[in-house]
Each structure stands twice: as C-alpha cells, then as structure tokens.
C-alpha cells in the first residue's frame, strides 16, 4: 500500500464528450488523480451504466502522451518537430500572428475554429465571444447535427420530443439509424427496461448488422441512403390498412389527404427495389407499429449523414403523426432535446457583440484552407486559425483538400490540444489544454434532459490551461473587450443558470444534476406543434427551413415536396460499384481514444466490412489489404468478411488517423465536403466507391 496516497473520495461531474447520452459520472480522486469512474446510479437516465472507454477513463487522463507545455514548430510543417516554450512566448506569438493577419487582409483573414471535442458550454463556445470581439471570420458548425436537425424540425417545427425515459414505457422500441450500444449506451438501458418489464420488441434500422443489431428482436436492414423510402412505405401500409389516426391528424396534421395520396404509389414493393429489404419485411414492420401504438421511435444521426438526410429524418417524424402515437406516453419519436435548455449565451460567446463577419462552413475547411473562393464568400483567404477541441485532419470529409491546406507555408495555425493529434502535428503553436476533470464546466443532455455540473475536481497536468484561460489570454493580447472576459468559467455558469431560472452555481454543486424534463403535454405536442397554426408539417417548406443559419446549403430547389427517397444519394456506378458507410466504431469516440491502448486493443487496425460473396466476386480474402478509392482519394484498410451486409455496401468503423492506415491516407480521404440540402453538413455515410486488391 502506497504511504502517501490521500484518501480517495468520490466525486461527481459530467461526461464531456460529444454523445447524446452525456452521463452523469462519479469520478474516484486520488492522491490529485483520476482513478475509476463509474455512471452515477441516481441519475434516472444515466442509471449507473456508461460506456466502456470512459469507464477507463484515468488512462486517457494520467496518459504519458498528454500535451503538457506549448510547443513551436521547428523544422517543416508536419515534420513533427518541436521545441518547448512558455506561455507567454506561445501567446504572444500567436496575438503577434493574428495582427499580421489583420493587418495584410484584415479581420476575416483570421478563423477561430472548434467542435465539441468538449461539449461544455463554457470552453466549447467561448473561443465564439473572442471571434466577434474582433471580427474574425465567424464559424458555421455543420459536421455533425444540421441534417438531423434541420430534418426533424422541418415537422415538428421544434427539436424536442417525447422524455427519452419514456423509452422504457413503450411496447415497441424503433432504434433508427443509430448505433447506442456503441454511441449512446444509455438507449439500451432503456430499451431494454421495456423488453423485460412489458415484453416490448426492439427494432434496428440500420445498414449492417451493428453491435446495436446483433440485439434486436427485428433487424430491418437496408442499404445507405434509402430511409425516406422505408418511412414512406411504411406510412403507405398505415393509411392502407386503416392504422392512420384520422382524427389526430384532421387536427394536428397540415395536410394528411395530400400526403395520403402522394403515398398510393409508395408501396412496399417499391420501397423494396430502392433499400434491398424484401416487401414482405416492409408490410411485417409496418404492421407492428400500426399495431403498437405504444411505438417509441429513438432516430439517430448515422442515417441522416447522407445527402438526402434531412428528408430522411423528416419522413421518419412523420410516422408517429400519422398513427397519433405523439399522443401516448411511450409513443412518438424522439432524436434530440437541444430546444429545451434555452441558454442565455451572451456573456459566453458575446452575442451583444455585433457582428457581420462573414460565417465559414467548418466542414469545408479543405476548400476554405486551398482558397476556393465560393467557400470563402468572396472574402479575403483564412491565414491564422486557432484550434479547439477538433481534430480536422482526421474527421473532416475531403481530407486530400484538408491536408492540402494545412500544408500551406503561409498558413499560421494555433492548436490548443490534449494531444499531439494529427491536427496539432500541423500547427506552429501547440499548446496544452486541461481536461474536464482540471477545469469547471456546464453541460446538457442532448439525448436525455439533464443539466450537469462538471466541477474541476483535480489540478491541471503540467502546464496545462484550460480554453476559457487561453481565450482570456488572447482577448488581453488583442484588445478585445467583452464583459465576459472578465468572469470565471464558475460565474458563466451561475450566469447562464441565474438567467434561465435554474438557480445558483451552488445549488447546482449541491444537487449535482437537474432533470429539466417538461411536462407531458409540451413533450407529446398536446397543444400543437411548434407552427402558427400548431399544425406537424406532412409538407416541409424546405426553402425556409427553420434551422440556424439563413443561408442556403446543397441543391435546397430540388427538394422533395413530400417525403419520398430523394434520389440524390451517391449511387453505385459500374466505375464505383461499392457504397461505403463510415460509422463510429465502439472504442473510439470520433477520433478520441485513439490515443489508448484500452481502445486501440479492441479496435486492432482499420477494417473494412465486405460481404463474403462480394469479397469472392474480387477474389478478396478475410485479412486482406484493399485499397478502396472514391472520386475524392484512396484509402487502404484490412478486409473483414462479414454477411451483415446487403451485398454492395461496405463499412468501415472510423475514424482512425490517416496514419493508422497503410499509405497514410484514412478514411476521410474518400468522404465529400458537399453539402447536405438544407442546412449544410457532411453526407460522412454517403460515398460510392471501388475496391481493389493491393
Ligand atoms: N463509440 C463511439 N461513440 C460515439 C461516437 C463515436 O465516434 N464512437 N461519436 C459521437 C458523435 S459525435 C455522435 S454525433 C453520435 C452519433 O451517434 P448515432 O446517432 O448513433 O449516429 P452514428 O453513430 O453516426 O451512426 C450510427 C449508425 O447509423 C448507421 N447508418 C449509416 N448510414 C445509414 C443509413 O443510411 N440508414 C440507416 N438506417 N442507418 C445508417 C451506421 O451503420 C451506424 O450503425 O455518437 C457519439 N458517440
Ligand atoms: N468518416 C467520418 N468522419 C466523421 C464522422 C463519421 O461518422 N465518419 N463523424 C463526424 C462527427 S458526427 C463529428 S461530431 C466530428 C467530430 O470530430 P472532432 O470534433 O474532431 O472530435 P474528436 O475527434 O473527438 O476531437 C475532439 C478533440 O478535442 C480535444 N479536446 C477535448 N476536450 C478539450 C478541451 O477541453 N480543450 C481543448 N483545447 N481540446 C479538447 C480532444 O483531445 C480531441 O482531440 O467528426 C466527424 N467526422
Ligand atoms: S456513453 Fe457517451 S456520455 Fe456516457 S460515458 Fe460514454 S461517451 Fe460519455
Ligand atoms: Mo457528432
């Protein structure tokens, strides 16, 4: 036994991760370290489970590979060497660096760039107030939600749904286009609850055989990008076959015969030539939920990654509409609660700042960075970036474009990391950023209703500063004035708490959590949904979708009317016969994790997912290697053979960095920066490829 260690006590915080099931965690400290951590047990959606990684999560924390001083570049970009500084010196260099950006193009040259690598409202979107204090070039996230989101407003008019708790309340559990047991384990606790405590049945929609799958009472399996058209028959056999509420929708609907006769020819056997999944499957799923009206449909983001995403999503919130499932407690459908928080950000991003610096789309950083003057908006090139909490050089589609960008000599680039990812490989200045455990933050549930303190709860690691000091830093260099700079990530979160309603920054440490769950009738849309009129809308008006930028991304003209299968998806050609779907494997978390062994154990090398007879047909064999090529690159990964696959599509679970692949080219290589209609973002599942042997 260790003399010296300090007792270990417990303490409670937040998952900071980008996961829609943010768990509540109870963290062992000891001797001013992370040791276990655990889910918190009193937490109703949490209910003691998290996932595997986290749980090990002192690995990642205490790891010997952690950034711990700021860094400079010493030899060619990307040659991987660099020198300690101090802080001083890497702060003033890159303040130094902002102004000569400044004064050569002016203030749109520089673009302060981030994603939720920590979902706390604190140092996730503070890097936004120092942006509009100087009039950077302002960043439109997209990566990751605009698809899902854009798609399930264009409905309900709201992103918010039935309490996901409900889950367990229902008698049939549709799990759509997501995978929980590896990205959200907490759906499974719930989903699970309903199967022993009621005998519900579980449904996958999915594209292979997932973990998530290998668990399903009702695997329905179709091919990428062919929802809308399994929604759409589905709803073909509800108004058919007499299970379409008429009452519910003369009521709550905008047009329901319209819909009803734009769905005559949207029939099983249609539906069946477009996803694979034979018609009679189609009619056994249909009549489940016709017959269930206790259908609790959880629709998750992988389906929506396609460039007919948004529709995708909308055709599925249609399906409870027309059933009146909204109206039963476990019935309805429900993708993300983000609406319910309503936050008052203007001390943490600034919002009192004006601004009209142009907005650059985050997930075209490839064109932005290779001066592509469309995706600059005409504006002067981008020749300074600050980087928080992502890591685009491995998760941005076109990465060809990408790493292009990051090469250019007359780019400056600050990264501010935990590790040496392939991203802060790239930079000038590195420097170290503190984990959740070593700074205070807030957080939200997007996939449950939880607000939860994230206190910091051990000393930061060697040098290490959290994002709220760096911007702080930079804001004091720089001459940007806000009232927010001048306050502690602890009274950002008792502002953001006293402004809606939800107490004190003590309370909340006292009460770890706060279910914020509305009442039933506002969860069930009882009074209406979120339009004038309180009308579901059968018929989107895509053209003014009501998602967060007025901007106008992908062919939005050539939307759909009505819900159908938008035929925009990349389809398979004789040249790229293979559609390839690009989904998160268990143990990393986008590209987080990839740095620990416990991850990288169980991952083992990046895989492709063949189908056996395919793999004959190419004469490929279990173990290969394969180069597999899109119109945008080529990426090398191992075959696995595996028949949980409708024969031409393949799947590789990502996102490992380029270097982890033979060639040093990884996945995003063959990923598309087009943007999705009508929101923007990335169609990441959505790629039509060829395969070869090596
Ligand atoms: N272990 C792990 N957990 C994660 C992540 C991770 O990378 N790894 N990422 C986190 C992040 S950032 C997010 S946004 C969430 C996302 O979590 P989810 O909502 O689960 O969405 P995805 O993980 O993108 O996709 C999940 C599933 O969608 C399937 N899919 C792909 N295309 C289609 C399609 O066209 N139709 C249908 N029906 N299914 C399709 C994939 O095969 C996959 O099984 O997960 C978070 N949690
Ligand atoms: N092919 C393919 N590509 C994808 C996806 C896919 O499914 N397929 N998924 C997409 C999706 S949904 C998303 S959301 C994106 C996500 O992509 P990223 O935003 O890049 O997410 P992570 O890879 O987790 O990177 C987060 C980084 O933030 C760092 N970090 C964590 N906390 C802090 C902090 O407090 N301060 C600082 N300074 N840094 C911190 C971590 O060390 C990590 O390197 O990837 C997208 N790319
Ligand atoms: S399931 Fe998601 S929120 Fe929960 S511990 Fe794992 S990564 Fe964090
Ligand atoms: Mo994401």
Known sequence: MNQHLSPARTASSACPHDCPSTCALEIEVVDGRIGRVRGARDNSFTAGIICAKVARYAERANHPDRLTRPLRRMGAKGNGAYAPIGWDEALDEIAHQFREAERRFGPEAVWPYYYAGTMGLVMRDGINRLTRAKGYSRFFSSICVNPAWSGFMAGTGKLAGPDPREMAKSDFVVIWGTNPVSTQINVMTHAIRARK??????????????P??????????????????????????????????????????????????????????????????????????????????????????????????AVAMHAVSCIPTITGSWKHEGGGVFHSNSAIYGWNKTMVEGLD?????????????????????EALLGGPPVSAMLIQNTNPVSVAPDQETVRRGFAREDLFVAVHEQFMTETAAMADIVLPATMFTEHDDLYQGGGNQYVILGPKLVEPMGECRSNHEVIGALADRLGAVHEGFQMS??????????????????????????DIQPDFATAHYEKGFNWPDGKFRLKPDWARSRFSSPAKFGPVEDMPAWPDHWAVIEEATAEYPFRLVTAPARSFLNSTFTETEGSLVREKRPELLLHPEDAAALEIGDGDLVVVTSARGQVQLHARLFDGLRRGVVVAESIWPNRAHEGGRGINSLTGADPVAPAGGAALHDNRVRIGRV
């Open 197 to 210: 405590e009621r005998g519900a049945k579980i449904a996958v929609v999915d594209v292979y055989r997932s």
């Open 212 to 309: 998530t799958m290998e668990q399903a009472d009702i695997s329905v399996l179709i091919r990428p990008g062919t929802d809308g058209a399994l929604a759409c028959a589905v709803m073909h056999v509800l108004f058919r076959d007499g299970f379409a509420d008429r009452d519910y929708l003369a009521e709550f609907a905008d047009d329901a015969e319209g819909f009803e006769a734009h769905l005559a020819e949207r029939t099983p056997e249609w539906a069946a030539a477009i996803t694979g999944l034979p018609a009679a499957e189609i009619e056994a799923f249909a009549q489940f939920i016709g017959r269930t009206p206790k259908t609790f449909i959880r629709a998750g983001y992988g389906f929506t990654r396609s460039r007919n995403g």
């Open 353 to 373: 700042i004006p601004t009209r610096a142009r907005e650059l789309d985050q997930s075209r950083i490839g064109d932005i960075l290779t001066g592509d003057p």
């Open 489 to 514: 990530p602890r009274d950002h979160i008792d502002f953001m708490l006293r402004a809606a309603g939800r107490g004190t920054v003590e309370a909340l440490e006292e009460a770890r959590f706060l």
